[in-house]
């Protein structure tokens, strides 16, 4: 969720949450009804809500228009926090080739050490042919 571009047609969103990292996610109804966008911080989880209670519907009434302009806005009114901590312990370290990106093999001449998941381990390393 961290990795969700944020729309390029809305100008000025870059300036909405500053450098910031947002885990986020937008929804619209069925009818355009309501929409929601919701996103967490490694400080704040932050939730909005856009609609009308009458339930009538409104063109252009969506998750990305409506409702995530107010969070990233309500973000860059919070204080900023550190960033989220990677998971280590479901980590470690694996050589990884830095000319395919794969788990190095004997093939491999200059290998880099890397955090991974733990389920990497189990791929087999990959060989290089010329």
Request: with cysteine; charged share 20%.
């Amino acid at each position: 969720m961290q990795g969700v571009n944020r729309p390029e047609t809305e100008s000025g969103w870059q300036r909405f949450a500053g450098n910031e990292r947002i885990a986020w996610k937008t929804g619209t109804s069925y009818g355009h009804r309501d929409a929601w966008a919701i996103g967490f911080t490694d400080r704040y989880a932050v939730g909005v809500w856009t609609g009308n209670a009458s339930g009538e519907g409104r063109p252009g009434l969506t998750g990305t228009l409506a409702a995530a302009p107010l969070l990233f806005e309500v973000f860059g009114a919070l204080p900023d926090g550190a960033g989220f901590d990677p998971p280590y312990d479901a980590m470690e370290r694996m050589a990884v080739c830095p000319a395919s990106g794969f788990r190095a093999g004997p093939d491999c001449a200059h290998p880099d050490e890397r955090w991974i998941i733990h389920e990497a381990v189990r791929t087999a390393p990959v060989h290089i042919t010329t």
